[in-house]
């Protein structure tokens, strides 16, 4: 994975939050030159969380689009087209907090299913299920921040998608893998 340095994590952030403003608040934003990387196609994620709980999260697993767009994309999905939570207030927004994750393209774990545990490492790796035309993906961080190990990741992305949280034995669902570079606010930017 072509890493991003500080400075173009910290790039897409700012770019993730003035796009939330420009969406949610209607504040003009004219996006700057971005550096190179920004116009290479990758997957990504944008989360909103509001003191500590998740507001929003959407993205493209794969890379579809160049960064920049993706960013833009996902943030304004995140805000109002998350369909697990109503759209998110201008009153909201100085309590979002805004992270970016910009992802690897995921790659089928080609093993037998009671080999798949292995070749996960939690906090290294995000996880799709695919199977019984339903899927679900779950962020390399979300099983750090609930204290998953290995099998709970397993059942919990096979939960997100709707089926059996133990469906990832089964040959015929398909597990990937992915690696995630995450990039948070500390702090609410309303600049």
């Not at 116009?39 to 994620?45: E, Q, T, W």
């Not at 369909?83 to 790659?107: G, M, N, S, Y």
């Not at 133990?166 to 309303?190: A, H, M, N, Y």
Request: with cysteine; net charge negative.
């Amino acid at each position: 994975m072509d890493l991003l340095t500080p400075a173009e994590g910290e790039c897409a952030l700012e770019h993730a939050r003035n796009v939330l403003l420009e969406h949610v608040v209607r504040t003009p934003y004219k996006e700057p030159e971005f550096p190179l990387v920004f116009s290479r196609k990758r997957g990504v994620f944008v989360t909103l969380t509001k003191r500590g709980d998740l507001r929003g999260c959407i993205g493209f697993p794969h890379a579809v689009m160049p960064l920049k767009d993706a960013i833009r994309e996902a943030a304004c999905s995140a805000a109002t087209g998350d369909p697990r939570f109503p759209p998110v207030t201008a009153k909201e927004i100085p309590d979002i907090l805004v992270e970016v994750t910009v992802l690897t393209e995921p790659e089928v774990l080609d093993v037998s299913p009671a080999d798949r545990p292995a070749r996960i490492e939690v906090g290294k790796h995000g996880l799709i299920v695919q199977g019984y035309g339903r899927s679900g993906l779950l962020l390399p961080q979300v099983p750090v921040e609930w204290g998953w190990n290995v099998t709970e990741f397993l059942d919990h992305t096979c939960i997100k998608a709707g089926l059996p949280r133990d469906c990832w034995r089964e040959p015929s669902v398909q597990i990937s893998t992915f690696e995630g570079q995450i990039f948070s606010e500390k702090k609410v930017s309303l600049k």
